[in-house]
């Protein structure tokens, strides 16, 4: 099993990245505020107008260390890698099936299933803890429930996804029923993504791409590339087959610490403001404490309901993509979806 990623986050506006010796300097206005040995790191994460010198960036990728840029609100701009070294026939594969509309359908529903069954476990979770709020969580779980029944039996893509659509409308409707604290700072209308329009938005937005950074690296770890999923089919810069895994996974890692660190008061509406063009993004201090959070969260332990042992939430990416790799190459029946029990 892969160890837990070891990511270095840089959000300071202005800070240089460079080699010195075997090391990763941050320097910044010149003064050195951080060193970091690159046997330490797979990835660098850089928000807003942060640099790298060209020497650092062969380095990085001389010793696998990816390095990506993302916007100061967390939307993906590009990365920086080594020679892809995953395994041909893997990819080979992939690919095959993904060509197959019969197999692509098959395995969007077995994800889709893993969703609706997380994002209902989220809904119960606030309906248990609130009891208040009770009958209407349990009317939405309850529909969504019937829309799993749709997809028992095999069904054409175009299907899989309109179950899907219906199953995420439901849920959304509800979201703002599971922000139970700082009601004024954060509540929750609508999904709003290009640009996010509150604070909520915002704050999900960012655990995503973060989520979907974390799936891309570990299924590029085992050979599978990233960009050519079943449920969402090839688009230009679109990693399709990252936001099919993110998609079983993203209630339970993301959602779920979303509405953790607004019920329990640990971020705060002073931590978001208003762009030029009247995007709500986090300000340097929000995102520092949301990834600090987001990296502890990652050390918990859980049971891994088909591995059947112990892993941090961390490795749950890898867990994943690692087991996608073998339904690929026939050494399973089947894709084990994570659902949460």
Not at 22 to 32: A, R
Not at 158 to 167: C, I, K, L, P, Y
Request: net charge positive; charged share 25%.
């Amino acid at each position: 099993m892969k160890k837990l990623l070891n990511t270095l986050y840089v959000t300071t506006h202005g800070a240089y990245l460079s080699k010195e010796r075997e090391t990763v300097k941050i320097s910044i206005e010149h003064e050195t505020k951080l060193r970091v040995p690159i046997h330490n790191l797979e990835n660098i994460i850089c928000f807003g107008n942060v640099s790298c010198s060209p020497f650092l960036m062969g380095f990085c990728a001389k010793n696998n260390v990816q390095i990506s840029f993302l916007t100061e609100y967390g939307k993906f701009l590009a990365r920086i890698q080594g020679p892809i070294s995953g395994n041909v026939m893997l990819r080979r594969e992939q690919y095959r099936k993904a060509d197959n509309e019969n197999f692509s359908a098959d395995f969007a529903r077995s994800i889709v299933i893993a969703k609706i069954n997380n994002s209902r476990a989220v809904i119960l979770r606030t309906a248990r803890e609130k009891p208040e709020l009770n009958q209407t969580l349990k009317k939405t779980a309850s529909k969504m429930l019937k829309l799993l029944k749709e997809l028992k039996e095999p069904i054409k893509l175009d299907s899989v996804r309109g179950v899907e659509g219906m199953a995420a409308k439901e849920y959304f409707n509800v979201f703002d029923l599971l922000i139970v604290n700082q009601k004024d700072d954060f509540f929750f209308h609508k999904r709003s993504r290009r640009p996010p329009l509150d604070k909520m938005n915002a704050l999900i937005s960012f655990l995503y791409t973060i989520l979907m950074h974390d799936i891309s690296s570990a299924l590029e770890a085992v050979g599978l590339d990233p960009a050519v999923g079943y449920l969402h089919r090839d688009r230009s810069g679109r990693p399709g087959l990252a936001l099919d895994l993110m998609e079983e996974l993203r209630p339970y890692i993301a959602d779920r610490l979303a509405l953790t660190l607004v019920n329990r008061n640990q971020i705060k509406g002073k931590d978001f403001i208003n762009s030029e063009s009247n995007a709500i993004v986090m300000s340097e201090k929000g995102r520092k404490l949301l990834l600090t959070t987001y990296q502890k969260r990652k050390q918990d332990e859980i049971m891994h309901p088909f591995l059947n042992e112990k892993i941090s939430v961390g490795l749950l990416p890898h867990a994943q993509t690692l087991l996608m790799a073998r339904f690929l190459r026939g050494d399973i029946d089947a894709y084990p979806p994570f659902v949460i029990k």
